[in-house]
Structure formats: structure tokens, C-alpha cells
């Protein structure tokens, strides 16, 4: 991978497209472009545990934003161009929702109500 080349990069506990702009390894620097994988709501250090003191909101990156990833977390991107960001991030949004969903369990419950909290947030309404 080089600088410039689109990439899929894991972020915590999303997934991005994005463009690489630096590689020191072990770290490296991406850009953005588009959501993969929405992040995981609830306490990374107590996973799937609905009954926690702090349950954590997870939003995804932002477009354009700039993340520290480990290299060891990208591979190189397939597509000819990044998908749509806001297209992106509500499929992979829409896709959080219904995994959640179909759990049926509290932890399920609880990231569910998490993200449509989210959802409003990123589109309103």
C-alpha cells in the first residue's frame, strides 16, 4: 500500500474506507471517505454487557476525518472510488440496527436504542 491508495481501515470497533496520506509503521494516517462497519455501542472493556455504570455512544468517523490506525489494520480497497459517505454510513447504520435487532437480547436493546439516537442525530428528523 501507498500513500494515496484507497484502503479499508479498522477503527475501534468500525470500519472505514478511506485514503491513506502517511504510513510510519507501525501506525499510519486515513482520511475518511466512507463507513464500512457502523462502530459498537456499549463498553468495549465489558462487550455485550447491556447492565454496565457507563454504556458508551459510538459515533462513526466523520467524512474527511483523520484516525491514527495501526497498519496492521488496513488492507487495500478494491473499488475504483470510495462509496458516498452519507449513503455509506446509513447503510452500515441501517445494518447495526438490524443486527441489534436481531439479537432480541438487552445488550441488543440497549446499542439499539443507542443508535437510533445516533440516527437522529446524524440525519435529523
Same mark, same amino acid.
Given at each position: 500500500?501507498?500513500?494515496? @491508495?484507497?484502503?479499508?481501515a479498522?477503527?475501534?470497533? #468500525? *470500519?472505514?474506507? +478511506?485514503?491513506?496520506?502517511?504510513?510510519? &509503521?507501525?501506525?499510519?494516517?486515513? &482520511?475518511?471517505?466512507a463507513?464500512?462497519?457502523?462502530?459498537?455501542? +456499549?463498553d468495549?472493556?465489558?462487550?455485550?454487557?447491556?447492565d454496565? $455504570?457507563?454504556?458508551h455512544?459510538? &459515533?462513526?468517523?466523520s467524512?474527511? *476525518?483523520? $484516525?491514527n490506525?495501526?497498519?496492521? *489494520?488496513? *488492507?487495500?480497497? @478494491? +473499488?475504483?472510488?470510495?462509496? @458516498?459517505y &452519507?449513503?455509506s454510513?446509513? $447503510?452500515a447504520?441501517?445494518?447495526e440496527i438490524?443486527?441489534?435487532?436481531?439479537?432480541g437480547?438487552?445488550? #441488543?436493546?440497549?446499542c439499539? $436504542?443507542?443508535?437510533e439516537?445516533?440516527?437522529?442525530d446524524?440525519f435529523? #428528523?
Amino acid at each position: 500500500m501507498n500513500v494515496g @491508495d484507497l484502503v479499508i481501515a479498522k477503527y475501534k470497533s #468500525g *470500519e472505514y474506507v +478511506g485514503e491513506l496520506i502517511q504510513l510510519e &509503521r507501525p501506525k499510519a494516517k486515513v &482520511r475518511m471517505l466512507a463507513v464500512r462497519k457502523h462502530p459498537t455501542q +456499549g463498553d468495549l472493556h465489558h462487550p455485550e454487557q447491556a447492565d454496565v $455504570a457507563f454504556f458508551h455512544e459510538r &459515533r462513526a468517523l466523520s467524512y474527511r *476525518e483523520v $484516525a491514527n490506525v495501526f497498519a496492521s *489494520e488496513l *488492507e487495500p480497497y @478494491d +473499488g475504483a472510488e470510495a462509496p @458516498d459517505y &452519507r449513503a455509506s454510513l446509513e $447503510a452500515a447504520l441501517h445494518a447495526e440496527i438490524a443486527a441489534m435487532e436481531a439479537r432480541g437480547d438487552a445488550f #441488543g436493546r440497549r446499542c439499539r $436504542a443507542a443508535l437510533e439516537k445516533l440516527k437522529q442525530d446524524y440525519f435529523g #428528523g
